[in-house]
């Protein structure tokens, strides 16, 4: 079947079977990696994507339901080599191990920071309540996208909290 | 991972999504796919045709239509989750379904089409006293709620039909939603929940309804709350009364979840906390 | 209370980042090579069956499906290597019986991944379905056996108290035996499990093989810890030299030990591509992965402490049946012995451990992070909080009065029988009750509780053994011989200064996220005072990197870190005389500072790297005999383990009601003796403390009687997200290990030895108003609620 879409702001016709699903299309046929899969059963958001603008889950999606719709990868986030602000949260605040988990979790981060400029510690730990990290504990992600919350503002982000020091008695 | 070949309808009206169906011998209807696809995914289920609702025009609304308020077969959970005009309940039922993802992408309708024992929206749409409409090659019908949920992940839905609509009633009174999630809080599908709709007139309970997700095969209406809480002046000993009848006439299942003791023990909490919440309302 | 740095390094940003968090990272199953076909494989729906027919006719009539294997075609090439193999091997596909659910019975080859799942469901495979053994008393029983020619389920018994010495541990017997019978001791038991697990690393497991004709050679990519050891086990599974087979790991997305073993995938898609011709990939997916990547823990055991009533323990026993599934695989039998080490904590008191290794139908068990230490210590810190609330003193006291004293060290023993680096367990504790409030914390909690709130406050120590190791351990059954591998635990790291002055680190690790590349260039960077950004570091091919044997235990800084740095230390030698021949000056005054070369006392006197480095690459600019080049490859054995420690803290508040937990505050204060990225290492803590906390609250292997798994899917094993877990605080106390010259002792699994106990001690004191003694893992609501409706019923024991 013949589908037609923007990915990443370039157009891109393919013909596809309509079982491919939109993540295989995009890793396989787009040979855009970067969107991962992690399960089948849309837990773990490793193949977070936007479409027109939302989050998805790009495993639970077929290729054909994409037919005419904008796509943004995370490989679509970085302008001219200049990382996105919350790229960057992830690296300045250690945000990621693995980073297998790390596209999908950033693509959550931007959906949420579309919507809210300023979102509690709650409501970022619920907005990425549908992405599973194995490796961070969530605990410097949260940090990573209060990171990112305060650059988008234009403000000074928040300091690390990670100790150099040791405690002594 | 990998759904076995089926043929891809993109429907672009209800007609020709009906008439696809028809012709087919296993077809399946698609709108948010957040429930189809897994299960495609799996190979539990694969039909040989799936037809996609989610390009038909005018099915993505909430809308006011006097006596009640329209949720149309492609309004998202998270649509239904921000809605101003719908009852708290299923607003609240609709924001803990899945997660941002999902809501962005599954559908209100189909979640109640689906009929998951452990779903959240059902439960509130029982509650709610809603009306199902759906659509098949004979025109359009409505299915009141108390008659939509037949079995496990079984609705009265024909395999011909497409829910096009839920109507949610402007009946007054409050509404909550409450349960515990798998993973505990909110989170994750139901361990068990309920959803109370309740009326009161000059400091009586002039109506109520409860309905329970999670215990058993289907959402269930607790008849036995309803009729214990009627006529009382809805005080905390009232519900507590009140809420030790919600398995009445309940099948409870035991799952990996909880017992099958746990889980009625759960209803009658959950029928408790979520009467409280409404009522506090009032 | 005072602070001091004991900083190696620094919290600098790390070197993988920008690739990965632009999606550019390369991950297995992103590798497509020419004329790559895909495999999937036929898996057994019965746990325990005989096979009495594969019929593949039909898949083969696929158009584009290359071949289906079974057991009749890969039968020559042995089963499964295992580094330590004791129990039963497993066939490389299920050859006439399967012996778990899930098993693989036959390989397909297609073109695409859907296909070959196409043709995956038109092999047709008859069973005679026969009884599992699932139950771990019922395996131990040997009612039914899960392999016929196995004398027992049981396939080893791990016995320690001390390890190694029958006399003495008779002695130490007859010494519990005694205090039991005295009048003024109280002995208290319990029956706990430590549920099985399943490692579920966010990236599935994943290879891709491609045999070279002509070139006699493989090129593997796979998903492993290990690549050195895959590399010697494709060797000699196919009779190869070790040359002709080139593993890389490239980014490996999570791996917890599930990626520390051989696998017969591994093995079966480099057959597949010899036998085709073509390069051909096998992803597992989400669903497959229990069934094909193994789980971990399992054990069902008592422990029993007797004790004085003023806090003095006199004895600890702990008996327990662990789940090596149905066949060993790399490490399988020598998880639970990773347990022994630590079977005695950081504690003087006479410790007896038993544990019966028994294979059942289910799916193999190995290393899951922790690997035998979070049991043994579980099993340890749940006892120990039941005694100190049955003699109704504080757990914190308890633990105090019973720990080795720090004057013990250096030289101190477990009573296990294993010698310990360095420590100062009371130091550390009293770090974290003074740094947390632990007085504080106890007044909150008995407000709380003065309100009608269930609160409660748990603590847990632990030791941890980690930094394999010395070479030494190879006499106790640890060796990667089978592999065709050297065989001892040691680590190698190779520096070379390039004739731009910038330098190249090549190490034999397969780290899967412990940013290697960042702190082995920190620590480069330190010896040689060439700046981070010019140092670049390799890991994960077994074509450049030096002999290693990979990321696991715990083990990667303390080993193949010490390695580099003595690998630096030879090349800033070098590079000395170099200088002190181009200065004029001598060795001795020649420094490294500042990202160059100077003379002490002559400022004017100094050379860049990139100076010395091209005089270097020329012979004949160098002193006599000197000889060209400048680098250095060093092969590092520690002189022992390392030991980390600790003290974990952690405050829950429980709704009676419904059974849910919430966790209000979690603190953990370390002992990772020195440390060289405290950005990474807190990173490690987290992610450890996550995956405890993930056993304590949520995740478990459920099989049914008929070793069907009930929790195969992310649905059904619900992992922690981000609205589950708490903040984490944490501090750190520095003891610098003595086993290895930077001091460090590792902290990849720490978190996860500490946490689960500390949650599950946290709930039980919540609870303790109300009766509850104990509730096993996962503390799921339906298991915290009934053990309260037990304990109001006067049904706990």
Same mark, same amino acid.
């Given at each position: 079947?013949?589908?037609?879409?923007?990915?990443?702001?370039?157009?891109?016709?393919?013909?596809?079977e309509?079982?491919?699903?939109?993540?295989?299309?995009?890793r396989?046929?787009?040979?855009?990696?970067?969107?991962?899969?992690?399960?089948?059963?849309?837990?773990?958001g490793?193949?977070?994507?936007?479409?027109?603008?939302?989050?998805?889950?790009?495993?639970?999606?077929?290729?054909?339901q994409?037919d005419?719709?904008?796509?943004?990868?995370?490989?679509?986030?970085?302008d001219?080599?200049?990382?996105?602000?919350?790229?960057e949260?992830?690296w300045?605040?250690?945000?990621?191990?693995?980073?297998?988990?790390?596209?999908?979790m950033?693509?959550?981060?931007?959906?949420?920071?579309?919507?809210?400029?300023?979102?509690?510690?709650?409501?970022?730990?619920?907005?990425i309540?549908?992405?599973?990290?194995?490796c961070?504990?969530?605990?410097?992600?949260?940090?990573?996208?209060?990171?990112?919350?305060?650059?988008?503002?234009g403000?000074?982000?928040?300091?690390?909290?990670?100790?150099?020091?040791?405690?002594?008695? | 991972?990998?759904?076995?070949q089926?043929?891809?309808?993109?429907?672009?009206?209800?007609?020709?999504?009906?008439?696809?169906?028809?012709?087919?011998?296993?077809?399946?209807?698609?709108s948010?796919?957040?429930s189809?696809?897994?299960m495609?995914?799996?190979?539990?289920?694969?039909?040989?045709?799936v037809?996609d609702?989610?390009?038909?025009?005018?099915?993505?609304?909430i809308?006011d239509?006097?006596?009640y308020?329209s949720?149309g077969?492609?309004?998202r959970?998270?649509?239904?989750?921000?809605a101003?005009?719908?009852?708290?309940?299923?607003v609240?039922a609709?924001?803990?379904?899945?997660?941002?993802?999902?809501?962005?992408?599954?559908?209100?309708?189909?979640?109640?089409a689906?009929?998951?024992?452990?779903?959240?929206?059902?439960?509130?749409?029982?509650?709610?006293?809603?009306t199902?409409?759906?659509?098949?090659?004979?025109g359009?019908r409505?299915i009141p709620?108390?008659d939509?949920?037949?079995?496990?992940?079984?609705?009265?839905?024909?395999?011909?039909?497409?829910?096009?609509?839920?109507?949610?009633?402007?009946?007054?009174?409050?509404?909550?939603?409450?349960?515990?999630?798998?993973?505990?809080?909110?989170?994750?599908?139901?361990?068990?929940?309920?959803?109370?709709?309740?009326?009161?007139?000059?400091?009586t309970?002039?109506?109520?309804?409860?309905?329970?997700?999670?215990?058993?095969?289907?959402?269930?209406?607790?008849?036995?709350v309803?009729?214990?809480?009627?006529?009382?002046?809805?005080?905390?000993?009232?519900?507590?009364?009140?809420?030790?009848r919600?398995?009445?006439?309940?099948?409870?299942?035991?799952?990996?979840?909880g017992s099958?003791?746990?889980?009625?023990?759960?209803?009658?909490?959950?029928?408790?906390?979520?009467l409280?919440?409404?009522?506090?309302?009032l | 209370?005072?602070?001091?740095?004991?900083?190696?390094?620094?919290?600098?940003?790390?070197?993988?980042?920008?690739?990965?968090?632009?999606?550019r990272?390369?991950?297995?199953d992103?590798?497509?090579?020419?004329?790559?076909?895909?495999?999937?494989?036929?898996?057994?729906?019965?746990a325990?069956?005989?096979?009495t027919?594969i019929d593949?006719?039909a898949?083969?009539?696929m158009?584009?499906?290359?071949?289906?294997?079974?057991?009749?075609?890969?039968?020559?090439?042995?089963?499964?290597?295992?580094?330590?193999?004791?129990?039963?091997?497993?066939p490389?596909?299920?050859?006439?019986?399967?012996?778990h659910?899930?098993?693989?019975?036959?390989?397909?080859?297609?073109?695409?991944?859907?296909?070959?799942?196409?043709?995956?469901?038109?092999v047709?495979?008859?069973?005679?379905?026969?009884?599992?053994?699932?139950?771990?008393?019922?395996?131990?029983?040997d009612?039914?056996k899960v392999?016929d020619?196995?004398?027992?389920?049981v396939?080893?018994? $791990?016995?320690?108290?001390?390890?190694?010495?029958?006399?003495?541990?008779?002695?130490?017997?007859?010494?519990?035996?005694?205090?039991k019978?005295?009048d003024?001791?109280?002995?208290?038991?319990?029956?706990?499990?430590?549920q099985?697990?399943i490692?579920?690393?966010?990236?599935?497991r994943?290879?891709?093989?491609? $045999?070279?004709?002509?070139?006699?050679?493989?090129?593997?990519?796979?998903s492993?810890?290990?690549?050195?050891?895959?590399?010697?086990?494709?060797a000699?599974?196919?009779?190869?030299?070790?040359?002709?087979?080139?593993?890389?790991?490239?980014?490996?997305?999570?791996?917890?030990?599930?990626?520390l073993n051989?696998?017969a995938?591994?093995?079966?898609?480099?057959?597949?591509?010899?036998?085709?011709?073509?390069?051909?990939?096998?992803?597992?997916t989400r669903r497959e992965?229990?069934?094909?990547?193994?789980?971990?823990?399992?054990?069902?055991g008592?422990?029993?402490?007797?004790?004085?009533?003023?806090?003095?323990?006199?004895?600890?026993?702990?008996?327990?049946?662990?789940d090596?599934?149905?066949?060993?695989?790399?490490?399988?039998?020598?998880?639970?012995?990773?347990?022994?080490?630590?079977?005695?904590?950081?504690y003087?008191?006479?410790?007896?451990?038993?544990l019966?290794?028994?294979?059942?139908?289910?799916?193999?068990?190995?290393?899951?992070?922790?690997?035998?230490?979070p049991?043994?210590?579980?099993?340890l810190?749940?006892?120990l909080d039941?005694?100190?609330?049955?003699?109704g003193?504080?757990?914190?006291?308890?633990?105090r009065?019973?720990?080795?004293p720090?004057?013990?060290?250096?030289?101190?023993?477990?009573?296990?029988?294993f010698?310990?680096?360095?420590?100062?367990?009371?130091?550390?504790?009293?770090?974290?009750l003074r740094?947390?409030g632990?007085?504080?914390?106890?007044?909150?909690?008995?407000r709380?509780?003065?309100?009608?709130?269930?609160?409660?406050l748990?603590?847990?120590?632990?030791?941890?053994?980690?930094?394999?190791?010395?070479?030494a351990?190879?006499?106790?059954g640890?060796?990667?011989?089978?592999?065709g591998?050297p065989?001892?635990?040691?680590?190698s790291?190779?520096?070379?200064?390039?004739?731009?002055?910038?330098?190249?680190?090549?190490?034999?690790?397969?780290?899967?996220?412990?940013?290697?590349?960042?702190? $082995?260039?920190?620590?480069?960077?330190?010896?040689?005072g060439?700046?981070?950004?010019?140092?670049?570091v390799?890991h994960g091919?077994?074509?450049?990197?030096?002999?290693?044997?990979?990321?696991?235990?715990?083990?990667?800084?303390?080993?193949?870190?010490?390695?580099?740095?003595?690998?630096?230390q030879k090349?800033?030698?070098?590079?000395?005389?170099i200088?002190?021949h181009?200065?004029?000056?001598?060795e001795?005054?020649?420094?490294?500072?500042?990202g160059?070369?100077?003379?002490?006392?002559s400022?004017?006197?100094?050379l860049?790297?990139?100076d010395?480095?091209?005089?270097?690459?020329?012979?004949?600019?160098?002193?006599?005999g000197?000889?060209?080049?400048?680098?250095?490859?060093?092969?590092?054995?520690?002189?022992n383990?390392? $030991?980390?420690?600790?003290?974990?803290?952690?405050?829950?508040e429980?709704?009676p009601?419904?059974?849910?937990v919430?966790?209000l505050?979690?603190?953990?204060?370390?002992?990772?003796?020195?440390?060289?990225?405290?950005?990474?290492v807190?990173?490690?803590?987290?992610?450890?403390?996550?995956?405890?906390v993930?056993?304590a609250?949520?995740?478990?292997?459920?099989?049914?009687?008929d070793?069907?798994?009930?929790?195969?899917?992310l649905?059904d094993?619900?992992?922690?997200?981000?609205?589950?877990?708490?903040?984490?605080?944490?501090?750190r106390?520095?003891?610098?290990?003595?086993?290895?010259?930077?001091?460090?002792?590792?902290i990849?699994?720490?978190?996860?030895?500490?946490?689960?106990?500390?949650i599950?001690?946290?709930?039980?004191?919540?609870?303790r108003?109300?009766?509850?003694r104990?509730?096993?893992m996962?503390?799921?609501?339906?298991?915290v609620?009934?053990?309260?409706?037990?304990?109001?019923?006067?049904?706990?024991?």
């Open positions: 079947m013949k589908i037609s879409l923007t990915i990443n702001g370039r157009e891109v016709s393919a013909d596809v309509p079982r491919t699903l939109l993540v295989h299309f995009l396989e046929d787009q040979g855009l990696t970067g969107t991962h899969i992690g399960c089948e059963t849309s837990y773990c490793a193949c977070t994507v936007l479409v027109d603008g939302k989050t998805v889950k790009s495993c639970t999606m077929f290729a054909v994409a005419g719709a904008s796509i943004t990868t995370v490989e679509g986030l970085a001219n080599g200049q990382l996105h602000p919350v790229q949260g992830f300045e605040r250690h945000g990621l191990q693995c980073g297998y988990c790390t596209p999908g950033i693509m959550s981060a931007v959906g949420l920071l579309q919507e809210k400029q300023s979102p509690s510690e709650d409501e970022i730990r619920h907005a309540e549908g992405n599973l990290c194995r961070t504990g969530y605990h410097n992600i949260v940090r990573a996208i209060e990171y990112a919350a305060a650059k988008m503002r403000e000074e982000p928040p300091p690390p909290d990670w100790e150099e020091e040791e405690v002594s008695v | 991972m990998y759904p076995r089926f043929e891809y309808v993109a429907a672009t009206s209800l007609d020709e999504a009906v008439s696809a169906l028809a012709g087919a011998e296993f077809a399946k209807v698609m948010g796919g957040m189809l696809i897994p495609m995914k799996l190979r539990l289920l694969s039909p040989d045709v037809v609702i989610g390009r038909i025009p005018g099915l993505d609304q809308t239509a006097g006596d308020v949720i077969a492609l309004v959970h998270a649509q239904t989750a921000s101003q005009n719908l009852p708290r309940a299923l609240d609709a924001s803990w379904t899945g997660d941002v993802q999902v809501r962005n992408r599954g559908t209100t309708c189909g979640a109640v689906h009929a998951d024992i452990a779903a959240d929206q059902p439960a509130a749409i029982l509650a709610l006293g809603a199902m409409v759906a659509r098949g090659p004979n359009t409505e709620a108390d939509f949920f037949v079995d496990t992940m079984t609705s009265a839905l024909q395999p011909d039909e497409i829910l096009t609509e839920i109507r949610i009633p402007k009946v007054g009174g409050a509404t909550a939603y409450d349960k515990l999630g798998r993973r505990g809080g909110h989170t994750d599908y139901a361990v068990a929940g309920a959803a109370a709709w309740v009326q009161k007139d000059n400091g309970v002039t109506n109520c309804r409860v309905a329970l997700t999670g215990v058993g095969t289907k959402p269930t209406l607790a008849h036995g309803a009729e214990a809480l009627i006529g009382t002046d809805g005080s905390e000993q009232a519900v507590k009364e009140a809420a030790e919600a398995t009445e006439g309940v099948t409870v299942l035991e799952d990996l979840y099958e003791e746990y889980k009625a023990h759960l209803a009658k909490v959950y029928t408790r906390r979520a409280t919440q409404a009522l506090a309302q | 209370m005072t602070t001091t740095t004991s900083v190696l390094g620094g919290a600098v940003r790390r070197r993988e980042d920008p690739a990965l968090v632009q999606g990272g390369r991950y297995v992103d590798i497509k090579l020419p004329g790559m076909l895909h495999a999937a494989f036929v898996r057994s729906p019965y325990r069956a005989r096979i027919s593949a006719s898949a083969l009539a158009e584009g499906v290359h071949a289906v294997y079974t057991a009749d075609d890969v039968r020559h090439l042995g089963p499964l290597l295992a580094q330590v193999p004791v129990g039963k091997l497993r490389l596909l299920a050859d006439g019986m399967v012996n659910a899930g098993e693989a019975v036959a390989m397909v080859v297609a073109e695409s991944r859907y296909l070959a799942q196409d043709a995956v469901d038109a047709v495979v008859d069973y005679e379905p026969l009884e599992a053994v699932v139950d771990l008393r019922d395996a131990a029983s009612r039914i392999h020619d196995l004398d027992s389920n396939i080893i018994t $791990w016995e320690a108290g001390p390890f190694g010495n029958e006399e003495a541990m008779a002695e130490t017997k007859r010494k519990i035996a005694e205090a019978q005295r003024d001791t109280v002995v208290v038991s319990l029956d706990m499990v430590n099985r697990l490692p579920t690393a966010i990236e599935p994943a290879v891709l093989a491609n $045999w070279m004709p002509g070139y006699e050679r493989f090129e593997v990519y796979s492993t810890q290990v690549p050195h050891a895959l590399a010697g086990a494709i000699k599974t196919f009779g190869l030299a070790s040359n002709a087979v080139r593993v890389v790991a490239p980014e490996v997305g999570g791996g917890f030990g599930a990626k051989v696998y995938d591994e093995i079966l898609v480099s057959f597949a591509s010899k036998a085709l011709g073509r390069p051909v990939k096998y992803t597992e992965s229990p069934h094909n990547t193994i789980q971990g823990r399992g054990w069902l008592t422990a029993t402490i007797v004790g004085t009533r003023d806090g003095e323990v006199l004895g600890y026993e702990i008996h327990a049946i662990c090596m599934g149905a066949y060993s695989q790399n490490f399988t039998a020598a998880i639970p012995f990773l347990g022994v080490f630590v079977g005695s904590g950081q003087k008191f006479p410790t007896h451990m038993k019966d290794l028994v294979h059942t139908n289910t799916m193999t068990t190995d290393a899951y992070r922790g690997a035998g230490r049991e043994a210590i579980y099993y810190e749940r006892i039941e005694y100190a609330a049955a003699i003193m504080d757990p914190a006291e308890v633990r009065k019973n720990y080795i720090a004057d013990q060290f250096p030289g101190a023993m477990a009573p296990v029988g010698a310990l680096d360095t420590g100062d367990y009371e130091k550390n504790l009293d770090a974290a740094f947390f632990w007085e504080d914390l106890k007044a909150e909690r008995d709380a509780r003065a309100e009608g709130r269930y609160v409660g748990g603590l847990s120590s632990y030791v941890e053994v980690c930094g394999f190791g010395p070479s351990l190879v006499d106790l640890f060796s990667w011989s089978e592999y591998l065989s001892a635990f040691n680590g790291g190779l520096v070379r200064v390039n004739p731009d002055g910038t330098a190249t680190v090549i190490i034999g690790t397969g780290p899967s996220g412990q940013g290697h590349q960042t702190t $082995w260039a920190q620590i480069v960077s330190r010896e040689l060439i700046p981070e950004d010019r140092i670049r390799t091919d077994t074509a450049e990197s030096p002999m290693g044997i990979g990321t696991f235990g715990s083990r990667s800084a303390a080993v193949d870190g010490a390695a580099t740095y003595e690998a630096a090349v800033r030698e070098k590079a000395a005389r200088a002190a181009l200065l004029e000056a001598a001795e005054d020649i420094r490294f500072e500042n160059g070369i100077h003379v002490a006392g400022p004017d006197k100094s860049t790297w990139e010395l480095a091209k005089t270097a690459y020329q012979p004949h600019l160098l002193p006599e000197l000889g060209g080049g400048l680098e250095a490859h060093s092969v590092f054995s520690p002189s383990a390392t $030991w980390p420690f600790g003290t974990h803290i952690a405050m829950v429980v709704d009601e419904t059974g849910d919430d966790i505050r979690y603190m953990a204060m370390d002992d990772c003796g020195n440390v060289i990225n405290p950005m990474i807190n990173g490690q803590i987290h992610g450890g403390i996550a995956q405890g993930g056993q609250l949520f995740e478990d292997a459920i099989y049914d009687s070793g069907n798994l009930l929790t195969g899917s649905v094993y619900p992992l922690p997200t981000a609205a589950d877990l708490p903040n984490f605080e944490l501090r106390t520095v003891t610098p290990s003595d086993a290895n010259p930077l001091g460090v002792k590792g990849g699994e720490a978190g996860t030895i500490a946490s689960a106990q500390t599950v001690n946290a709930v039980v004191d919540a609870l108003p109300l009766g509850v104990h509730i096993d996962p503390l799921r609501p339906k298991r609620w009934q053990a309260i409706q037990d304990a109001q019923s006067g049904r706990n024991g």
